[in-house]
């Protein structure tokens, strides 16, 4: 009669505790990604978002953070779908970082009605970059003449096999403007009178997670586990939720019998895969990461 009772009882309510739905979003936040290395985007991440959302009986969301930035459109996508399932399904969301949510990782922060860090994560990092490389000079060593063909004046700005222009590098800066002030804007919405009244908070700086509670960035320094069960009770459980994924992120294609088309897509996966490694591990090592 006991077990009766107890099982007609919300989930909440029950002795045993509540059950945490856990997101974790970790890595270069990129479009595409690879067979071998996925990418942080909307695409890999909405259907454990979804999921998480979805467990009526848990009050909060915690989503757990450790990524560098990236591109700012895949943050700012994430960002909300993130505050429109918490809306949609009025749920509060913690968000707790690891090692660094910096730039487009901390765009992504910014969906938490409280950010919670370690004492050693970095935060910060509001600003806009865009990096490359020039080789005019490489084409006239080796003895090759580009032949480019336009019908518009501007199509190949910034081109890297050609000089750089001071119209180029303006324009490209007023692009980065228009973008870090839609970065700058959400950090005030989201954060409003937390923020400390310091000038240097979006001059692109990043901080230790202490430094960053001191500047309103976050709210205060702990670890998931400890902070969930303070708040809602020692047998609080928690669980993780992850996307519809196969091994290595994807569906492989099957190697056996496949032929030469599935073994040239493995090929230019993994080459892919190589680039994308590359640009990730930029990403981190500016964090000394």
């Known amino acids: 009669m006991a077990g009766m009772l107890k099982r007609l009882l919300p989930k909440r309510l029950r002795k045993e505790g509540l059950t945490i739905p856990v997101v974790r979003l970790h890595g270069a936040i990129m479009t595409g990604g690879s067979q071998l290395r996925p990418a942080l985007n909307l695409a890999t991440s909405a259907g454990a978002l979804e999921k998480a959302f979805s467990k009526k009986d848990a009050p909060v969301v915690a989503i757990s953070i450790n990524s560098p930035?990236?591109?700012?459109?895949?943050?700012?996508?994430?960002?909300?779908?993130?505050?429109?399932?918490?809306e949609e399904k009025n749920k509060r969301v913690l968000i707790f970082v690891e090692?660094?949510?910096?730039?487009?990782?901390?765009?992504?922060?910014?969906?938490?009605?409280?950010?919670?860090?370690?004492?050693?994560?970095?935060?910060g990092s509001i600003g806009v970059v865009s990096g490359g490389f020039g080789f005019p000079e490489l084409l006239k060593k080796a003895g090759v003449e580009r032949r480019v063909y336009t019908s518009g004046e501007n199509k190949v700005i910034l081109d890297p096999f050609q000089p750089e222009k001071q119209s180029d590098i303006e324009?490209?800066?007023?692009?980065?403007?228009?973008?870090?002030?839609?970065?700058?804007?959400?950090?005030?919405?989201?954060?409003?009178?937390?923020?400390?009244?310091?000038?240097?908070?979006?001059?692109?700086?990043?901080?230790?997670?202490?430094?960053?509670?001191?500047?309103?960035?976050?709210?205060?320094?702990?670890?998931?586990?400890?902070?969930?069960?303070?708040?809602?009770?020692?047998?609080?459980?928690?669980e993780l939720v992850g996307g519809a994924r196969s091994l290595?992120?994807?569906?492989?294609?099957?190697?056996?019998?496949?032929?030469?088309?599935?073994?040239?897509e493995l090929a230019v996966s993994a080459a892919t895969g190589l680039a994308a490694s590359l640009e990730e591990r930029a990403l981190w090592s500016r964090y000394g990461l």
């Not at 090692?99 to 860090?117: K, N, P, Q, R, T």
């Not at 954060?191 to 901080?207: K, M, N, V």
């Open 99 to 123: 090692d660094v949510a910096a730039s487009g990782g901390y765009m992504i922060a910014l969906a938490g009605d409280e950010i919670f860090v370690d004492a050693t994560s970095i935060v």
């Open 248 to 264: 290595l992120g994807r569906r492989l294609p099957s190697i056996l019998g496949g032929g030469m088309d599935n073994a040239a």
């Open 171 to 238: 324009y490209l800066k007023t692009l980065q403007l228009e973008i870090h002030k839609v970065f700058i804007d959400m950090v005030k919405t989201r954060r409003g009178e937390r923020l400390a009244d310091d000038a240097t908070i979006f001059s692109g700086l990043f901080w230790t997670g202490l430094r960053g509670v001191e500047l309103g960035l976050v709210d205060g320094a702990g670890e998931m586990r400890d902070v969930l069960k303070r708040r809602f009770g020692p047998q609080t459980k928690l």
């Open 69 to 86: 930035g990236g591109s700012p459109v895949q943050s700012r996508l994430i960002y909300q779908r993130i505050r429109a399932l918490a």
